[in-house]
Nanobody
Framework: QVHLVESGGGLAQPGGSLTLSCEAS????????MAWYRQAPGKQRDLVAE???????DYADSVKGRFTISRDNAKNTVYLQMNSLKPEDTAIYSC???????????????WGQGTQVTVSA
């Protein structure tokens, strides 16, 4: 059994910052990739940023230069530092991880429960 638990969402003013965290727990052998997605009201869920276990990161064009994804492999945790926030960043942010299970060595995708980020004056 694997769980992803997110924290750090909330309300920020335009130009402000927030940091999201997502910790994976359970019978984990490895986590090749971890990512953040977001879904605004009435819109599809989109990839925000993704990072490999080796630290290679990719970003959506809309957040490049403002958001930074990082991870602590020892803690099975991924972070999303969000700076220069804009109202259009308002969305539910969800953590996603591709996890290889210790028991079977099979790989599956898991999702966190989501955390609300609201950017408003």
């Amino acid at each position: 059994q694997v769980h992803l638990v997110e924290s750090g969402g909330g309300l920020a003013q335009p130009g402000g910052s927030l940091t999201l965290s997502c910790e994976a727990s359970g019978t984990i052998f490895s986590i090749p990739t971890m990512a953040w997605y977001r879904q605004a009201p009435g819109k599809q869920r989109d990839l925000v940023a993704e990072i490999t276990s080796g630290g290679r990161a990719d970003y959506a064009d809309s957040v490049k230069g403002r958001f930074t994804i990082s991870r602590d492999n020892a803690k099975n945790t991924v972070y999303l530092q969000m700076n220069s926030l804009k109202p259009e960043d308002t969305a539910i942010y969800s953590c996603n991880a591709r996890i290889q299970l210790r028991s079977t060595l099979n790989t599956y995708f898991y999702w966190g429960q989501g955390t609300q980020v609201t950017v408003s004056a």
